[in-house]
């Protein structure tokens, strides 16, 4: 009896997901089982198995066939009236799955033998052991007891919780939970997905200000932004291991998707990411528990098939390595070759190195760089592109900027977060004299602002006093408002408005320098901004770059003769960058303009651009182009 019953909870567990439970998965109830459209993965409709690969109809093979051999469709059940529950009584008797011809009491015997199983070495459907699976799914020898626990009478009921970020919480009444840390970070993912946020943004409300260790808060953040950077990659595992992935809930997806990047991509030990997953499910839907147990125990024996292909022969596999959209991919190879785009999409993948800027408008660089030593950043000077970055400090980690005195000098306007690139395209902008007037266009939340008033100080000994900006989101001019009083920086005026018809906005004042600071795709800050490559579309770099000619015309009739006018982007691609400028040259409002080449002293050679690209270890990618206006 005791092994019947080890075989009823073993084969409850997966039955919760080979059937489409669409209560215990969380979702909605079928829709007859129709297909999703083409997935990445063939279950062969919608059958699951255990990773076996099978051929194309050309006889190429590398995609997995998740399927059973000879059992039936969990479609099978699909049309089942939603008030049909499984767990319900029947009869007023106690009954777990309610039987096919519709009798209580759970699965029919089967050879006449108690539990409603087949011997061991006969079990049902596509459950028993099997020579073709792919290398590393290994059946589980007889007798060996699964981790998954029915509840019986006596454990207490559970709390009801809802479908949200509120909902992940500790169970109370229970020593069994997810840790903290992973915890915070599924309620930040729950938050970025409702919300449609930014990951920088939800972290630094959210784990950032949490009340967690430093290193759990660090572990917490890098669970975050590897969820957001390899999305598209983990949808596509999950779904190849369930029966039903449009009946799990978002929120349910959520917590699935936090454990299998920690299988897949930070190769935790399988055991205790699986419970791990299975505590994170059962505090957002505690009736998928079964669920999660079962699909990722899939996910671990595919574990070793990853990425299901070869990567040096197949798109598909290779972008899938790296976690990245396979049409992104092509791009990048077309765009950069090979071995660059190999660099940019691991470089994408790591955490993002830690700079500050340190404001020569109100800090005294000793006395801050001291500070920095003492909190034990390590602060190192940096160089970008064969030039040093004046006020720019490398930290050894996103640790210190919780130490309490590092956060003073924030609050008080002292230093800032920016990158390396970022400031030195603040440097080249301003040239050997200090100009009288100064436009910003796409001024954002200020930063930028900050990094050119502050290298005016270094360089000019004070700041530019006609400093004008422009943005065209009303909230953002406000907050460089406030962040500009924060760091002492002085702004004549900040506009709101369409910069495409600055006309309107300034009239026909021109400037000595005028900074188009341009919108763009920006690839080259993924590793800062991880959503961008899911969110992302070929149609969005196309209209982009149109905005972008559209900017650089409008801003070309207000640069004074003899003037400078400087175009950047914080992105990779050619067709926002280098062809958008030629373009701009090319025409009747760029006519009156000629390119001030950048010396790079690293390479001993002039190029007609600043860019950087993205390489691990290294700052972000940026392009700036300046040109000046023929004096007339």
């Given at each position: 009896?005791?092994?019947?019953?080890?075989?009823?909870?073993?084969?409850?567990?997966?039955?919760?997901?080979?059937?489409?439970?669409?209560?215990?998965?969380?979702?909605?109830?079928?829709?007859?089982?129709?297909?999703?459209?083409?997935?990445?993965?063939?279950?062969?409709?919608?059958?699951?198995?255990?990773?076996?690969?099978?051929?194309?109809?050309?006889?190429?093979?590398?995609?997995?066939?998740?399927?059973?051999?000879?059992?039936?469709r969990s479609s099978e059940r699909s049309d089942r009236s939603s008030a049909d529950k499984p767990y319900a009584k029947r009869d007023g008797k106690p009954g777990g799955f309610k039987s096919r011809d519709g009798k209580?009491?759970?699965?029919?015997?089967?050879?006449?033998?108690?539990?409603?199983?087949?011997?061991?070495?006969?079990?049902?459907?596509?459950?028993?052991?099997?020579?073709?699976?792919?290398?590393?799914?290994?059946?589980?020898?007889?007798?060996?007891?699964?981790?998954?626990?029915?509840?019986?009478?006596?454990?207490?009921?559970?709390?009801?919780?809802?479908?949200?970020?509120?909902?992940?919480?500790?169970?109370?009444?229970?020593?069994?939970?997810?840790?903290?840390?992973?915890?915070?970070?599924?309620?930040?993912?729950?938050?970025?997905?409702?919300?449609?946020?930014?990951?920088?943004?939800?972290?630094?409300?959210?784990?950032?200000?949490?009340?967690?260790?430093?290193?759990?808060?660090?572990?917490?953040?890098?669970?975050?932004?590897?969820?957001?950077?390899?999305?598209?990659?983990?949808?596509?595992?999950?779904?190849?291991?369930?029966?039903?992935?449009?009946?799990?809930?978002?929120?349910?997806?959520?917590?699935?998707?936090?454990?299998?990047?920690?299988?897949?991509?930070?190769?935790?030990?399988?055991?205790?990411?699986?419970?791990?997953?299975?505590?994170?499910?059962?505090?957002?839907?505690?009736?998928?528990?079964?669920?999660?147990?079962?699909?990722?125990?899939?996910?671990?024996?595919?574990?070793?098939?990853?990425?299901?292909?070869?990567?040096?022969?197949?798109?598909?596999?290779?972008?899938?390595?790296?976690?990245?959209?396979?049409?992104?991919?092509?791009?990048?190879?077309?765009?950069?070759?090979?071995?660059?785009?190999?660099?940019?999409?691991?470089?994408?993948?790591?955490?993002?190195?830690?700079?500050?800027?340190?404001?020569?408008?109100?800090?005294?660089?000793?006395?801050?760089?001291?500070?920095?030593?003492?909190?034990?950043?390590?602060?190192?000077?940096?160089?970008?592109?064969?030039?040093?970055?004046?006020?720019?400090?490398?930290?050894?980690?996103?640790?210190?900027?919780?130490?309490?005195?590092?956060?003073?000098?924030?609050?008080?306007?002292?230093?800032?977060?920016?990158?390396?690139?970022?400031?030195?395209?603040?440097?080249?902008?301003?040239?050997?004299?200090?100009?009288?007037?100064?436009?910003?266009?796409?001024?954002?939340?200020?930063?930028?602002?900050?990094?050119?008033?502050?290298?005016?100080?270094?360089?000019?000994?004070?700041?530019?006093?006609?400093?004008?900006?422009?943005?065209?989101?009303?909230?953002?001019?406000?907050?460089?408002?406030?962040?500009?009083?924060?760091?002492?920086?002085?702004?004549?005026?900040?506009?709101?408005?369409?910069?495409?018809?600055?006309?309107?906005?300034?009239?026909?004042?021109?400037?000595?320098?005028?900074?188009?600071?341009?919108?763009?795709?920006?690839?080259?800050?993924?590793?800062?901004?991880?959503?961008?490559?899911?969110?992302?579309?070929?149609?969005?770099?196309?209209?982009?770059?149109?905005?972008?000619?559209?900017?650089?015309?409008?801003?070309?009739?207000?640069?004074?003769?003899?003037?400078?006018?400087?175009?950047?982007?914080?992105?990779?691609?050619?067709?926002?960058?280098?062809?958008?400028?030629?373009?701009?040259?090319?025409?009747?409002?760029?006519?009156?303009?000629?390119?001030?080449?950048?010396?790079?002293?690293?390479?001993?050679?002039?190029?007609?651009?600043?860019?950087?690209?993205?390489?691990?270890?290294?700052?972000?990618?940026?392009?700036?182009?300046?040109?000046?206006?023929?004096?007339?």
């Amino acid at each position: 009896m005791r092994n019947d019953h080890r075989a009823h909870n073993q084969r409850r567990s997966y039955d919760r997901a080979s059937q489409g439970d669409r209560l215990a998965q969380g979702g909605r109830p079928s829709q007859g089982g129709k297909p999703r459209g083409d997935r990445r993965f063939d279950r062969r409709g919608g059958k699951p198995g255990a990773g076996k690969f099978r051929r194309d109809d050309d006889g190429k093979g590398g995609k997995p066939d998740f399927r059973k051999r000879d059992g039936a469709r969990s479609s099978e059940r699909s049309d089942r009236s939603s008030a049909d529950k499984p767990y319900a009584k029947r009869d007023g008797k106690p009954g777990g799955f309610k039987s096919r011809d519709g009798k209580p009491g759970g699965f029919k015997p089967r050879d006449g033998k108690p539990g409603g199983f087949k011997s061991q070495g006969d079990r049902r459907d596509g459950f028993k052991p099997r020579e073709d699976r792919a290398e590393g799914f290994k059946p589980r020898p007889a007798g060996q007891r699964d981790d998954f626990k029915p509840r019986r009478e006596g454990d207490g009921p559970r709390a009801p919780r809802t479908d949200g970020a509120q909902a992940v919480q500790k169970r109370k009444g229970s020593g069994k939970h997810a840790t903290s840390a992973r915890e915070l970070a599924l309620s930040a993912i729950h938050q970025l997905r409702e919300r449609d946020a930014f990951a920088q943004d939800i972290i630094a409300k959210t784990i950032d200000t949490s009340k967690l260790s430093r290193e759990d808060r660090a572990f917490a953040t890098r669970l975050v932004l590897g969820v957001v950077s390899m999305r598209g990659t983990l949808d596509e595992i999950l779904d190849s291991c369930m029966d039903s992935p449009d009946d799990v809930s978002p929120a349910v997806r959520d917590a699935l998707d936090l454990s299998v990047y920690e299988i897949i991509f930070l190769d935790k030990s399988p055991h205790a990411a699986v419970d791990q997953g299975v505590e994170l499910v059962r505090s957002v839907a505690p009736r998928a528990s079964g669920l999660a147990n079962a699909v990722l125990r899939r996910v671990v024996r595919a574990k070793d098939a990853f990425p299901f292909g070869d990567p040096r022969k197949d798109l598909a596999a290779y972008a899938r390595l790296h976690g990245f959209p396979q049409w992104l991919t092509e791009r990048l190879l077309k765009e950069l070759g090979p071995q660059n785009a190999l660099a940019f999409m691991k470089a994408s993948n790591e955490p993002a190195p830690v700079f500050v800027a340190i404001n020569a408008a109100k800090a005294d660089e000793a006395e801050v760089v001291s500070v920095l030593a003492a909190a034990h950043g390590e602060p190192e000077a940096v160089t970008v592109a064969g030039r040093p970055v004046p006020g720019c400090y490398r930290l050894c980690s996103g640790v210190v900027l919780h130490d309490g005195r590092v956060r003073r000098m924030f609050n008080q306007g002292l230093i800032l977060v920016s990158d390396a690139t970022s400031q030195a395209i603040a440097n080249l902008v301003l040239e050997g004299e200090k100009p009288a007037t100064f436009l910003e266009i796409g001024a954002g939340r200020a930063t930028k602002t900050i990094l050119d008033q502050s290298c005016a100080v270094r360089r000019f000994g004070s700041q530019i006093d006609d400093y004008v900006t422009v943005d065209n989101h009303a909230f953002k001019t406000k907050l460089l408002r406030e962040r500009c009083e924060q760091y002492g920086i002085n702004v004549a005026d900040a506009l709101t408005g369409d910069a495409t018809d600055l006309d309107v906005l300034i009239g026909e004042r021109t400037f000595d320098t005028v900074f188009v600071d341009s919108p763009c795709s920006g690839l080259g800050t993924l590793r800062r901004h991880p959503e961008i490559r899911w969110r992302l579309t070929a149609e969005a770099i196309e209209e982009q770059a149109a905005l972008d000619e559209q900017l650089l015309a409008a801003a070309a009739g207000h640069v004074a003769p003899g003037g400078l006018l400087a175009y950047a982007t914080c992105t990779i691609t050619q067709q926002e960058n280098a062809a958008v400028v030629e373009r701009f040259l090319a025409s009747e409002a760029g006519a009156a303009f000629e390119v001030v080449p950048y010396d790079n002293p690293e390479l001993g050679v002039e190029a007609p651009f600043f860019s950087t690209m993205l390489e691990p270890g290294s700052s972000d990618a940026h392009f700036l182009a300046r040109m000046r206006r023929k004096a007339e």
